[in-house]
């Protein structure tokens, strides 16, 4: 589907389809109270990072490989952890940091295949810098949202930071929409937008907003690590195959990691 519609023009749909939803729910819920829309520039700055890091993320795959891509991402939720001090003085634990480095040791081992030779040669080009740019967006975005919450709920929060992430995208993305030929686009294209804008959109930023307002920036972020090991659960699950026996090795470490920092802190 990608290569059926420009990446720009694809987040812009999908943030429109994902705050259209969110909308729905939340005036169902009473609607949006008016002292929600005070400081609207709060929901600028968190859309604003978010779209960054998705506009980052697609330029940076034209040139960086998925494999180094996921790479540098292992590197976010060390940089929330920072960002968390900064914004919100949270201060990481010795068990948390440990779960850090045990969890990005472990989405490493999987993401490479546990091939040792294959990580040695990872080399830092113009794709993975580009996208590491749009990582750390990622990582102040999470510590963000508490700091920048008033008391709104979650739902109302999620929706005005989607339409921020809309209404950004429509301007970043207008020349690319404009050459869109939508009648064209195959019912495939329609579907996987639908799931991306209602999962990995509208979903995914309820949830971060969720935990973000219970849980330390880093632990938010450090269930990112469980990604590598989804995919594979997914591949095997639609019949890709069994990886080698090796990679269960850095699964064993993600689970230890998602242990350790499921535990409440004292």
Request: include cysteine; proline fraction near 5%.
């Amino acid at each position: 589907m990608a290569n059926e519609i420009a990446p720009s023009a694809l987040n812009a749909f999908r943030f429109v389809i994902a705050a259209a939803i969110m909308a729905a729910v939340v005036f169902t819920r009473g609607g949006v109270p008016r002292e929600a829309l005070r400081a609207p520039w709060r929901y600028l700055i968190l859309g604003g990072l978010f779209s960054f890091y998705f506009v980052m993320m697609f330029e940076g795959l034209k040139t960086a490989p998925p494999v180094s891509a996921a790479a540098v991402f292992t590197l976010t939720p060390v940089m929330s952890a920072i960002f968390g001090y900064v914004l919100l003085r949270q201060i990481t634990t010795k068990r948390i940091a440990l779960g850090l480095a045990i969890g990005a040791s472990g989405a490493l081992w999987v993401i490479f295949r546990g091939d040792l030779s294959a990580l040695l040669g990872f080399e830092i080009g113009q794709g993975e810098f580009i996208y590491f740019w749009g990582c750390i967006a990622h990582a102040l975005y999470t510590p963000a949202v508490r700091y920048l919450n008033r008391g709104e709920s979650i739902r109302v929060f999620s929706l005005l930071t989607l339409l921020a992430c809309a209404v950004i995208l429509l301007i970043w993305g207008a020349g690319d929409i404009m050459a869109t030929d939508i009648n064209s686009l195959r019912p495939l294209v329609w579907v996987t937008l639908a799931y991306i804008a209602i999962f990995a959109s509208a979903a995914t930023v309820f949830l971060i907003q969720f935990a973000s307002m219970r849980l330390p920036s880093s632990k938010v972020m450090a269930y990112t690590y469980l990604t590598p090991t989804w995919v594979i659960l997914w591949e095997i699950g639609m019949g890709q195959g069994v990886p080698p026996v090796i990679i269960l090795g850095g699964i064993g470490l993600t689970m230890i990691a998602l242990l350790l920092l499921l535990k409440r802190e004292a």
